[in-house]
């Protein structure tokens, strides 16, 4: 299977191929039995899957005494069947299903990734970030125990793989918080920390794998998503755990918990379509996510029609609140000039869409400048009632720009210093008050 993805050779003689097989075999072999090549070589001459060329004499039985010396006399060629050789070098798909299910039935307890890379069906290590290579989406593993061990989740207990300095790798649903949505498509995404023996006692804090999640909303890496079936949702599988691809962090936000202690909130979004590696191959049977396209225009693109979900943003009411302040940052002032006009963007204080739903209206609404703009959405600023607007970073101060025109709402203003712009990433300066 290696040969054929690498596009070598289907055929091997007897001679060349046993130099390959006998280390593989005395590494990788079920513990007590012996490294002889000569089995596999013509044991698998029975199926229909592998083919013995340049034979003249009858194959004798591979466990007989005679099998040896037959083939050091005969030297046969041996070798995929062509068919079947040319479906797992062109099939992505097919490949990474067989590669799969061969390791998970006869490699249980073996470092799945080393055999791949030895026998040439993986390029190069796998980083831990996107999709594994040798992991078809939809894979079911025993435990986390397992997933650990196939490098599907980077932890044997933990929820959250990845480091507080890196981007997150890859999440466990499982139910362990009870605070967990998962709508499928998109998940609400409880962080770790604060619990014993399973009940909330403490704060969780934006440290360890909470913050590599707020570094995934930064880099726009997605993280592997894994559902446990202890998680009690429509979703999960019905035992183990499975491993259903790529979702992006999009947002994080301060909650509190039924106890009333604080817990770190993460909305996750499914990543259409399933990511491949083979640029030539389409997804058709996943619609891409995106609105339907527009009438008229140029009639020879492809078209495809398809439904989706989204907030309805009012472009007229953001419109409005930046023209109220001359498309002016009411943090910093700067004004960024375009050979179109001037550029600024709205930022809604209280987000839009589940769980916060907040208002699409003015009062919601601030004018910033893209820097400020992803600042605010981090919790990075807190905007006081009296319109002061924080530096979490550095406790630095500075007060909102505003117009008589454009009302603030301090009912949004709060929700945001509550849940987004309350605690600064990681640990907020002594003497920070709002």
């Not at 005494?65 to 995929?80: F, I």
């Not at 640029?279 to 396209?293: A, C, I, Y």
Request: aromatic content about 8%.
């Amino acid at each position: 299977m290696g040969r054929a993805f690498q596009r070598k050779q289907r055929l091997l003689f007897w001679r060349d191929a046993q130099k390959s097989l006998r280390p593989l075999l005395e590494r990788h072999g079920h513990p007590g039995s012996t490294a002889e090549p000569a089995y596999p070589f013509v044991a698998l001459h029975r199926s229909p899957l592998w083919r013995l060329e340049d034979v003249k004499s009858e194959v004798p039985q591979a466990r007989g005494s005679s099998v040896r010396p037959w083939l050091d006399q005969h030297n046969p060629q041996g070798g995929l069947e062509e068919s079947l050789y040319n479906l797992i070098g062109s099939d992505e798909t097919f490949r990474q299903e067989a590669t799969y299910s061969l390791l998970k039935t006869y490699f249980p307890a073996i470092s799945w990734e080393e055999i791949l890379l030895e026998v040439g069906l993986q390029e190069k290590e796998f980083d831990g970030y996107g999709h594994p290579p040798h992991i078809p989406v939809g894979s079911v593993f025993a435990g986390q125990v397992a997933a650990f061990e196939a490098k599907v989740h980077g932890q044997r207990q933990g929820g959250i793989s990845g480091k507080q300095s890196e981007d997150a790798k890859s999440i466990v649903l499982s139910g362990g918080y009870v605070d967990d949505r998962d709508y499928g498509d998109e998940i609400i995404y409880t962080g770790q920390g604060g619990l014993t023996d399973g009940r909330h006692t403490h704060d969780q804090t934006l440290t360890r794998g909470n913050a590599s999640l707020v570094n995934s909303i930064a880099s726009g890496r997605p993280v592997r998503v894994l559902r446990g079936a202890g998680s009690h949702s429509e979703h999960a599988p019905p035992s183990g755990m499975r491993y259903d691809g790529l979702f992006r962090v999009e947002a994080h936000w301060q909650d509190k918990c039924a106890e009333g202690f604080v817990i770190w909130r993460f909305r996750l979004r499914k990543v259409w379509p399933e990511p491949t590696t083979d640029p030539t191959k389409v997804p058709t049977t996943t619609p891409l996510p995106v609105d339907p396209p527009p009438t008229g225009g140029n009639s020879k693109p492809d078209r495809r029609k398809t439904e989706v979900q989204r907030i309805v943003r009012s472009t007229a009411r953001a419109n409005w609140v930046k023209r109220a302040h001359g498309h002016t940052c009411q943090i910093c002032g700067l004004r960024i000039e375009t050979p179109t006009g001037a550029y600024s963007e709205a930022a809604h204080i209280r987000p839009l869409g589940q769980p916060h739903e907040g208002p699409d209206e003015p009062d919601n609404i601030l004018c910033l400048c893209p820097n400020h703009h992803v600042e605010f959405d981090f919790g990075m600023l807190t905007i006081c009632s009296d319109m002061t607007v924080v530096r979490n970073a550095s406790g630095e101060r500075t007060s909102l720009r505003t117009v008589p025109e454009h009302e603030i709402s301090d009912v949004h203003l709060d929700y945001h210093r509550k849940h987004i712009g309350k605690l600064p990433f990681p640990y907020p300066p002594s003497g920070i008050s709002c």
